[in-house]
């Protein structure tokens, strides 16, 4: 082409006797043929420019939908993981109440007192190890899931987290569900059942109606076993397809996220732009596409118009120089097209529902949507040219460096890494967000900028600290339970382990509790409890620890001790302080206390049997009277 140019601006070379043969022919031939080259080279020069201009319009707008598809992406994500984080996390707490209540478990108590929130699965239920309901959200009457996928898959396999199984009908709800769940096994590691919760596959595309994608836009979570969990195109739902035939199930064997044109042919034939991105913590991919027509419509009409002007431009440049002019002014409507697609751009980030960020790589704040700026509770000029990590506390913004740092230096391997952290609003107050951060890097491979992703979870956070304070909590003394005190124990016992160090266990059961019971009521019955825990508490150094283990019966954990005698002079304490008189509304009480002691390492070698040394001594405090104190032989 370069050559052809050069040709064409180059001029007929004269020969030597030019001016006779001048002089002889017609004067019009000379300028008519330059005017022809000219006019040549005029249109050779448009119609180069023409398609440079379509090929680059297509390039810049097929990456920024391929940009804002991967945002979006990173987002449904986030939605979908912590999603079965916290199904995962409800799982392994219904396991333990289950290991702790066995089948007295009741979780449609739970979900009418809120324990449970019902609205984040269709069903939570226990299943036994032969597959029948323990218990459950809702009434289900005799039914058996020996069968289920769900049920086979944790029993035949030893695993320890959230299997999510393909959708099935469900034979309580009587409709289609994707089923998940956890194993529960006995103390010795035998098969006990699972925890089984269910969602709803419309549920898990809900994010398709929180952003426009479009009639043909495709929103789509699909397991590496090449299932479909899920899968929404315009209003058409659809689950539990085969997906191994997509372009994008392909790629995912070779790259675990990429953004590609694909043509559809492998689904319904419509040409999408797509993004997906494989799952880090679960055998799941997210996808998002959108139509090629719908959203290159812009650009293929700016592509017919600028064809249309060079083909103007060709046939009006023999007639008018002038026409050059006319292309001026198309130039600039092209312009102010491209304006016009870029506004689009800026208005679809700001309306997102995330918090989204593109900092530098330095973590200078680059821009901010209306979302994350309204969780910072700080206007977006105020954000812009900032740093990122002035907005959190110095412990966290250090933690939050080491992780841009890690992210920056890694090769790509690492699929949507994520951090829970802080930031200090504007008025001060602690906001907790899940953070996602993926970086867009040039061609040379050098990081351009990072998209970062933000979902407020400071409820979250609050309901996981209220989970956890229950789990190993008793509620009417808020004293440690017996699965706390354990824990406890066996810290205690590592830390004192070949050292010239005792640690000692105080098994404690009220005397004459069940006459206050019997005599003022249940309400004066756990008044008295809870005063009694209190008295206990005062009997102790704060690096001990005082339980109820359930009724009438307390435990202590006396750490670090340097003789039997320490431990002695506490439990003689806590006799005394038990046996003064306790104010029952008016009503003076009394009870006294019979008190087991064993000791670490003198009466036994690990936690289980030193707090069993400790019961038994107990009993024999009681039966020798009660309201003494027995230490359990060496």
Known sequence: ????????????????????????????????????????????????????????????????????????????????????????????????????????????RWVEEGVIREEMFTIISVVDEHGDIVSSSRSTGPVNYADREFFTAQRDARIDHLFISQPVFGRVSKRWLIPMSLRIEHADGRFAGVVVMAISPQDVTHFFQQVDLGAQGLLELGGLDGVVRARKIGARSEFGLSGESLAWFQRQKQRRTDDFYDSGQGLDGVARIVSYRSMADYPLMVTVATAYDEEMATTLQRRTTYLLAAVGVSLVVMLFVGVLALMLVRQRAATDALQGSEALFRATFHQAAMGIAHISPEGRILRVNETFSRMLGRPPERLQGGNIFDLSDPEVASAARTFLREQLASDGGALSPEIEKTYRREDG??????????????????????????????????????????????ALTGLANR????????????????????????????????????????????????????????????????????????????????????????????????????????????????????????????????????????????????????????
């Open 429 to 474: 107050s602690l906001l907790w967000v899940c953070e996602a951060v993926s970086v867009v890097r040039k061609r040379q491979g050098h990081p351009a900028f990072l998209v970062l992703v933000a979902q407020d979870v400071t409820e979250r956070k609050r309901l996981e600290a209220r989970l956890s304070h229950e789990a190993q909590h008793d």
């Open 1 to 108: 082409m370069d050559a052809l140019e050069n040709k064409a601006m180059t001029p007929p070379r004269q020969p030597s006797d030019a001016p006779e043969r001048v002089a002889r022919g017609p004067r019009t031939a000379t300028p008519l043929n330059l005017l022809v080259v000219l006019a040549s080279v005029f249109i050779l020069v448009v119609w180069l420019i023409t398609l440079q201009r379509i090929a680059f319009e297509r390039e810049q707008a097929l990456a920024a939908e391929m940009k804002a598809n991967a945002s979006l992406a990173i987002a449904f994500e986030q939605q979908v993981s912590r999603a079965l984080k916290a199904a995962e996390q409800v799982a392994a707490f219904v396991r333990e109440q289950y290991r702790l209540q066995g089948r007295a478990i009741d979780l449609r």
């Open 483 to 634: 699965v706390r005190f354990r824990q406890r124990l066996d810290q205690a016992l590592d830390a004192v382990r070949g050292q010239e160090q005792l640690c000692a266990v105080l098994y404690i059961d009220l005397d004459g509790f069940k006459a206050i019971n019997d005599r003022h009521g249940h309400t004066a019955g756990d008044c008295l409890l809870q005063m009694a825990a209190r008295r206990l508490e005062g009997c102790v150094r704060s690096s001990d620890m005082v339980a109820r283990f359930g009724g009438d019966e307390f435990g202590i954990l006396l750490a670090s001790l340097h003789s039997r005698q320490d431990c002695a002079a506490v439990a003689l304490k806590v006799l005394d302080v038990l046996a003064q008189p306790f104010d029952l509304d008016g009503h003076p009480a009394r009870i006294s206390a019979s008190v087991g002691a064993a000791l670490y390492p003198l009466q036994a070698d690990n936690g289980a049997d030193l707090l069993k040394q400790a019961d038994q001594a107990m009993y024999v405090a009681k039966h020798a009277g009660k309201n003494r104190f027995h230490c359990a032989p060496e």
